[in-house]
């Protein structure tokens, strides 16, 4: 599971480059990924590093989407038209 939840990592920038509204479920997806392998590697003691790894880097790419759209909802910040 930690291993899938790199791979969402490594994917989700690259979907933000072409359509940034494929990048955010990406990373959620990645952070589901992660919190699966974490509670699995409690279990067997296998993978934790790469679950916590895909934790704060998918954590890292929610926050920056999140507060802009906070900020696009709240009327501060607009969305340029490609």
């Known amino acids: 599971m930690g291993i899938v939840s790199l791979?969402?990592?490594?994917i989700a920038p690259?979907?933000?480059f072409f359509c940034c509204f494929l990048s955010l479920p990406m990373?959620?997806?990645?952070?589901?990924?992660?919190?699966?392998?974490?509670s699995n590697s409690r279990t067997?003691?296998?993978?934790?590093?790469?679950?916590?790894a895909g934790l704060i880097l998918n954590y890292i790419q929610v926050l920056p989407f999140a507060i802009l759209m906070i900020l696009v909802l709240l009327g501060v910040a607009t969305?340029?038209?490609?």
């Open 14 to 16: 690259l979907f933000f």
């Open 7 to 10: 791979i969402f990592t490594v």
């Open 79 to 82: 969305i340029p038209e490609v």
């Open 44 to 52: 067997s003691g296998v993978g934790n590093g790469q679950a916590v």
């Open 27 to 38: 990373a959620l997806i990645g952070v589901a990924f992660s919190h699966a392998g974490l």
